[in-house]
C-alpha cells in the first residue's frame, strides 16, 4: 500500500471531499469537477451506506489522483483492513469513539487516518492531541447519527483548538454557506455531503459544480496544509 504522505503547507485554496457517494456515475462526475477525495460510507444505519461491491466499482471508476475515503464507525482494526484491500480505498475515517491505539495501528499499515472530533459530544476536539492521526475532521456532532447531519454549528473556535493538525472542516455545509466558513475558519480541507444532494446518498452535480465554485473563490492565496497529496 502506499505511504501517505502530508505536512506540507503551500498557499492555495482548501481541498474539497465529497462525502457519501453510492453511484459511479456520480463519483465520477465528482472527480472531473476537480475535488481531492471522495467518501464511502461503511455505516449500515446510514442512508449512505455502500456494500463492498458498491464501494469497489466506484473507486475502480475514478482516476488514481482521487483520494478515496473509506468512514468507519466503531470498527475493528481487521473488518476495516478488509475493506481497505478489498476496495483499494486510499485512506480512513474514524468517525466513532475509536482508540488511539486503533489509529496508531492503521498508520502502522501505511493508511492515512483520519479521526473525526465534535464540538458537542466525545471524543471532542480538545481531545485531537492524544490521537496522532493524519489529520481531523471537526464537526458539530449535535444529530442523531454520526455525521454532520446537515446541521451548522459554531465554526469559528475550530483552528484556534487544532493550531497547526491537518483540519478538514465538516457540518452544515453548503453552495451558500462555505466561503464565509472558509474566510471565518481557514481550514485545510472541507468535507460536504448533504449540503450538496438531491435526496440522501444521491449527488446533484449542480450543487457539487457551485460548491466548488464557491471554495475555489475563497481565500485562494491562503498558506494550508495538503491533507490529498
Given at each position: 500500500?502506499?505511504?501517505p ?19 459511479v ?13 471522495l ?91 492524544s ?23 459554531n ?75
Open positions: 500500500m502506499m505511504k504522505s502530508i505536512g506540507m503547507r503551500v498557499g492555495h485554496g482548501p481541498q474539497v471531499k465529497v462525502c457519501g457517494l453510492t453511484v456515475e456520480e463519483a465520477v462526475a465528482c472527480a472531473e469537477l476537480g475535488v481531492d477525495a467518501g464511502l460510507v461503511f455505516y449500515p444505519p446510514s442512508p449512505r451506506f455502500v456494500s463492498d461491491q458498491t464501494a469497489a466499482s466506484i473507486v475502480a471508476g475514478l482516476p488514481e489522483r482521487i483520494w478515496t475515503v473509506g468512514v468507519f464507525v466503531n470498527e475493528s482494526f481487521s473488518a476495516i483492513m478488509q475493506r481497505v484491500e478489498k476496495c483499494r480505498i486510499r485512506a480512513v475515517q474514524l468517525h466513532g469513539a475509536e482508540s488511539p491505539d486503533l489509529v496508531a495501528a492503521l498508520m502502522r499499515e501505511g493508511v492515512l487516518v483520519i479521526k473525526s472530533l465534535f464540538q458537542n459530544r466525545r471524543p471532542n476536539i480538545a481531545e485531537f492531541s490521537y496522532g492521526a493524519s489529520a481531523y475532521l471537526v464537526e458539530g456532532g449535535g444529530g442523531a447519527l454520526p455525521g454532520g447531519n446537515a446541521l451548522t454549528w465554526w469559528s473556535s475550530v483552528r484556534e483548538s487544532l493550531g497547526e493538525a491537518g483540519c478538514i472542516l465538516a457540518g452544515g455545509l453548503d453552495p451558500g454557506n462555505v466561503a464565509p466558513v472558509i474566510e471565518a475558519v481557514s481550514p485545510d480541507a472541507v468535507d460536504v455531503s448533504s449540503g450538496v444532494e438531491s435526496r440522501p446518498g444521491r449527488k446533484d452535480i449542480v450543487k457539487v459544480t457551485e460548491f466548488m465554485k464557491a471554495v475555489r473563490g475563497a481565500m485562494p492565496g491562503c498558506e494550508r496544509e495538503r491533507i490529498f497529496k
